[in-house]
């Protein structure tokens, strides 16, 4: 995936999924019928079955389908490194962003429709996920060296939120245009991965207490956080897409 933006679809089957994902997006999966997918490309409804089973194998691939994009356009700036390790978060970055302003209906489609994927193919995309962000706790570990590998981990996936809230900015004309929207974004998660080392270097001179045994005092050790208590409900917002 490279820093221009989206290509626009050159085959068939390339526009039938643009416009299922759009279509899905807005209505829902059952909302959409195969018929109106069709019209939306100018073909009939059993004219689709030449290029998918149905609205379920559409559904796999785009999702399936994004993941497998990102994690490769993610590997491909990593390989072609940069002069400095900050510079390949910067690409790493800049990259995830023209997906989430170029792909909003993907993100919206992932959000709600995950789950209607077969076992196997929602266990991809999963899969792939977790190498996505591998890669970016990866790079983002040597940009803040000093920062604990767990608080990165927490930071990468804070800012695939931040970034995967596209769809969910308000109007087209009411926000920035495209240039000053993807510079803003990039601002933005650079002060969040910035805040991960003004953690470290604020907790570098202070005293964390831990709980003691039974026959200790509070000692200094590793701070203790609570859990929160209960099961919550699952949700996609820091995940890559």
């Known amino acids: 995936m490279s820093n221009a933006h989206a290509p626009a679809p050159t085959s068939r089957r390339e526009q039938i999924l643009k416009e299922a994902a759009r279509l899905f997006a807005e209505r829902g999966f059952h909302g959409v019928g195969v018929d109106e997918i069709g019209a939306a490309v100018g073909i009939s409804g059993p004219g689709l079955y030449r290029h998918f089973a149905g609205k379920d194998a559409m559904l796999a691939e785009l999702l399936v389908g994004i993941s497998e994009r990102l994690l490769a356009g993610g590997r491909m700036r990593v390989e072609e490194g940069g002069e400095s390790p900050a510079a390949v978060l910067d690409a790493l970055i800049d990259g995830h962003i023209d997906f989430a302003l170029d792909d909003r209906p993907l ?4 959000d709600r429709e995950l789950d209607r994927l077969r076992e196997a193919d929602r266990k991809r995309v999963r899969q792939l996920q977790r190498q996505y962000v591998e890669l970016w706790v990866e790079v983002v570990r040597q940009v803040h060296a000093e920062s604990a590998e767990s608080e990165v981990r927490a930071a990468v996936h804070a800012v695939f939120g931040l970034l995967n809230s596209t769809p969910h900015l308000g109007r087209p004309g009411s926000l920035p245009g495209r240039p000053e929207m993807a510079r803003l974004l990039h601002r933005l998660a650079l ?3 910035g805040a991960v080392d003004a953690e470290a270097a604020a ?8 709980r003691a045994g039974p026959a200790e005092p509070l000692a200094p050790g590793p701070a203790v956080r609570p859990s929160g208590g209960g099961p919550r409900a699952r949700s996609t917002s820091g995940q890559p897409c």
């Open 107 to 110: 993100i919206t489609l992932h």
């Open 191 to 193: 002060g969040a991965f």
């Open 203 to 210: 907790g570098a001179g202070t005293v964390r207490w831990r």
